[in-house]
C-alpha cells in the first residue's frame, strides 16, 4: 500500500472582523484568582495598612485592587505597566476577577512609589507564607527530589539604562545594573531582595536565618554556585542552614587545592570513568580555606586530557551525607535544574526590565512578581494532572491562562463560556466546576 504525502498548501479564507465587548482573551485568570482566594490572598493584602498611602481611605483604589491587578495582569502574560493598564481595559476581565475599574499606568506607578520598607517587608513576609501554605497543599512527590527538599540560592544582575534609576551602580562588565538575589524551596521562591550590585551573596546569611523553619520538616539539600563560597557563607551555610546536605561549586581560590589533589596517593582517586580520551577520576580532601575556623569536605574532579601535561581539577565543598565524591558530584550537577528555574522566573514575567526609576518601587513590583510566579507554581502542582507536570510557566500562561472566554447576562445571573482545545477542556471543566459549584435554584439558606 502506498503511503500518501503530506504537503504544504496555500489556504484560501475570506476573513470577517467583529468587534465584542464581552469576549476576552485571557479567561484561564479564574484559575489563579480561585487559587488566590482559596488562601485568602485579596483580604490578606487588605489587612496591610502599610500598602494603603491615601490620605482618604474611601476614595480610589484600594491596595488589593491595585496589587490584584498587578499580580493577575502578570499571570496573564503581561510584561510592564502598560501591558497591565492594556488589561485592565478588559470588561470582561475585570468582570471574572471581580474588579469595577482597572488602574491605568501612571496610578500603578504612583502607588509603587509610594511603598516603604514597612510595606516591602509586608509583601515578603506574604509570600514567605504562601509558599509555606502552597507547599503543605503540594503532593510531596512533586515537591520533593528523591525525597529530599531542594533548597537553591542564587543572584544575577537586572541590567538597565539610564544614570536616573536609584540604586544601579556599574558591575564588572561596566554596565548598569541592579542585583536581584532569591532563595528557592523547591520551585517556589521563598524570599527575594533587589538592591544595588556589590558582594553577589550579601543577603544569604540573613535569608537562610530567618527561613530555616521552611525547610525544617524536611530532609534538604542546598545548593549554591561560587559567587557564595566565601568562608562566612560557608559558616553560616554549615551552622545556620541545618541542611541535611549541601553542596557548593568553589572555583576561586583552588591554589592550593590544586596542590593538595597533585600529592593525593592513587589509592584516594576512583577508578576512571569514561570517556575514555578524558580519564575522570573523585576523590575527598579536607581544606581549610582563608580564615575559616574549621576543615572542609571538598569533592575533587580530575581529567586527564592526553594533549595537556597536567591534569584539571574541578571542585565542590560541602556535606556529602556519606556519598561517594563522583555520586557527591553528580548530585550538585542538579543545580542546573534549580537555575532554569530561575531563569524561567525572570523570562515568562519579563523582569529583565524595572518599570520605575526609584528603587523602593521596583521593589514592590518585583515582590509582586514573585508572587505571580509562586501561584503559577502552586496551580501547576497543586491542581494539574500528573501528566501536566512537565508543562512550564510559559505554557501554563498561554495554554490555559490566556483562553478565550465570553461573558454573557441572563435574568438574575451571568454566563462565562471557556473555549480550549480539546486535550485541556476536560480538567479545565472539572476544576472550574469544583471551584465554582452551581447554586441551585432559591434563596439561599443565610438569606443573603
Known amino acids: 500500500m502506498r503511503m500518501k504525502t503530506f504537503k504544504k498548501q ?109 510595606s516591602l517587608a509586608a509583601l515578603q513576609q506574604l509570600n514567605k507564607d504562601f509558599v509555606r501554605w502552597a507547599m503543605s497543599k503540594t503532593k510531596p512527590g512533586r515537591l520533593l527530589s528523591g525525597g529530599v527538599l531542594d533548597v537553591f540560592f542564587d543572584d544575577t544582575e537586572i541590567e538597565v539604562h539610564g544614570c536616573k534609576i536609584e540604586g544601579a551602580r556599574w558591575n564588572y562588565d561596566n554596565r548598569l545594573a541592579l542585583s536581584f538575589q532569591t532563595l528557592w524551596t523547591g520551585p517556589f521562591v521563598l524570599d527575594s531582595q533587589l538592591g544595588s550590585p556589590g558582594d553577589v551573596s550579601d543577603m544569604l546569611v540573613e535569608m537562610i536565618q530567618e527561613n530555616g523553619e521552611a525547610w525544617a520538616a524536611h530532609k534538604s539539600h542546598f ?11 560557608l559558616k553560616s551555610i554549615e551552622d545556620d542552614g541545618q541542611f541535611t546536605t549541601w553542596s557548593v561549586s568553589y ?29 575522570t577520576q573523585f576523590a575527598y580532601l579536607k581544606h581549610r580555606p582563608g580564615e575559616a575556623d574549621r576543615d572542609y569536605v571538598f569533592a575533587v574532579r580530575k581529567q586527564q586530557r592526553p594533549d595537556e601535561l597536567l591534569p584539571r581539577f574541578g571542585y565542590v565543598v560541602g556535606r556529602s551525607g556519606g556519598t561517594d565524591p563522583e555520586l557527591f558530584m553528580q548530585k550538585h550537577q542538579l543545580k542546573g535544574a534549580c537555575e532554569l528555574g530561575f531563569k524561567g522566573l525572570l523570562s515568562t514575567l519579563d523582569l529583565h526590565h524595572p518599570p520605575c526609576l526609584k528603587l523602593e518601587a521596583n521593589q514592590a ?84
Open 10 to 118: 496555500t489556504c484560501r479564507y475570506r476573513f470577517k472582523f467583529k468587534g465584542n465587548e464581552k469576549i476576552t482573551a485571557r479567561g484561564g485568570v479564574v484559575l489563579i484568582d480561585a487559587l488566590a482566594r482559596e488562601y485568602s490572598l485579596p483580604k490578606k493584602i487588605a489587612q496591610m495598612a502599610a500598602l494603603d498611602p491615601r490620605k482618604r481611605k474611601g476614595a480610589g483604589f484600594a491596595p488589593e485592587a491595585l496589587a490584584t491587578q498587578i499580580i493577575y495582569g502578570l499571570c496573564c502574560g503581561a510584561t510592564s505597566l502598560k501591558d497591565i493598564e492594556r488589561i485592565g481595559r478588559d470588561r470582561v476581565w475585570l468582570g471574572l476577577v471581580g474588579l469595577r475599574q482597572g488602574a491605568d499606568e501612571s496610578t500603578l506607578g504612583e502607588w509603587l512609589r509610594a511603598q516603604t520598607a514597612e
Open 223 to 233: 545548593y549554591a554556585d561560587s559567587a557564595s563560597s566565601a568562608v562566612e557563607y
Open 251 to 279: 572555583n576561586k581560590w583552588t591554589s592550593k587545592l590544586d596542590r593538595m589533589a597533585s600529592e593525593l596517593p592513587a589509592t584516594a582517586w576512583t577508578d576512571a570513568q569514561a570517556p575514555a580520551e578524558y580519564p
Open 365 to 448: 513590583f518585583y515582590a509582586l512578581a514573585v508572587l505571580a510566579h509562586n501561584l503559577l507554581q502552586a496551580l501547576k502542582l497543586i491542581e494539574l494532572d500528573d501528566s501536566q507536570q512537565a508543562m512550564s510557566l510559559h505554557s501554563i500562561v498561554y495554554n490555559l491562562i490566556c483562553v478565550p472566554a465570553a461573558l454573557s447576562t441572563h435574568a438574575n445571573y451571568r454566563t462565562a463560556t471557556f473555549c480550549l482545545a480539546g486535550d485541556l477542556l476536560a480538567w479545565f471543566r472539572k476544576h472550574v466546576m469544583a471551584r465554582f459549584p452551581r447554586r441551585r435554584p432559591g434563596r439561599p439558606r443565610d438569606g443573603t
